[in-house]
């Protein structure tokens, strides 16, 4: 596996409370992206990072935001949790924007109450 | 917006016999990528062509890409009760270079 881990790996909460996912990376690839799967839905993209401080809106990223200050770590804040947002949440990571052969995460399963 | 739909949604087979699966897209691409993923699991890359190829090999698995009808094949020969998993198209291409995922194609081989 590639050395991609994320934290944690499970998280009941409740509504309206903040909770932060984080992805580590130690490949020192550039790219760093978000994807929540869904049933039904497949795997969509959150946002996405080219580079530290560097970071952009996906397709679903409405309720999310990120921050990126270091290559390796990537983190993606639900400010207010709401039941729609129990997913499970994929971080994943690409050396190369030509290709973009992406390299998943183990996924962090969480439950809003 | 989904741009590849995997066809069938799933597939049951003995080991032993081959697999196959479809993927249709919308838009221009640079790349199709096709990804597996075991149950509770993350993604794992298996192969990618390019816009250019028209199929390639690795080990028992085949893609093919057809730009013309938009779609591609995953043909898994011989297949193995551990090729049970999902598979997943990806396409790239856009400004932006986004991978763009379909929903899948769940398939369970049977000893």
């Known amino acids: 596996d590639a050395g991609i881990t994320q934290s944690p790996r499970h998280k009941v909460t409740e509504t309206g409370t903040p909770v932060t996912l984080r992805c580590h990376q130690t490949?020192?690839?550039?790219?760093m992206y978000w994807y929540r799967q869904d049933p039904g839905h497949g795997l969509r993209l959150i946002h996405y990072?080219?580079?530290?401080?560097?970071?952009d809106k996906g397709e679903v990223s409405d309720g999310y935001s990120v921050s990126r200050s270091k290559t390796e770590d990537f983190l993606l804040t639900l400010e207010s949790a709401t039941s729609s947002q129990t997913s499970v949440y994929f971080c994943?990571?690409?050396?190369?924007?030509?290709?973009?052969?992406?390299?998943f995460g183990p996924g962090t399963r969480l439950t809003v109450l | 917006s989904q741009q590849g739909e995997e066809d069938p949604q799933a597939l049951s087979i003995q080991e032993g016999e081959n697999a196959t699966m479809n993927c249709s897209y919308k838009?221009?691409?640079?790349?199709l990528q096709w990804y597996r993923q075991n149950s509770g699991r993350g993604l794992v890359h298996l192969i990618l062509i390019r816009s250019n190829e028209r199929e390639k090999h690795s080990g028992r698995l085949r893609v093919t890409l057809d730009t013309s009808k938009k779609s591609s094949s995953l043909l898994i020969t011989a297949s193995r009760a551990a090729d049970t998993a999902s598979y997943f198209c990806a396409t790239a291409g856009g400004s932006q270079g986004n991978l763009i995922f379909g929903k899948g194609t769940k398939l369970s081989v049977k000893p």
């Open positions: 990072s080219y580079g530290v401080k560097d970071t």
């Open positions: 994943a990571i690409s050396e190369s924007r030509e290709y973009n052969e992406q390299f």
């Open positions: 490949e020192n690839h550039r790219y």
């Open positions: 838009t221009s691409i640079n790349n």
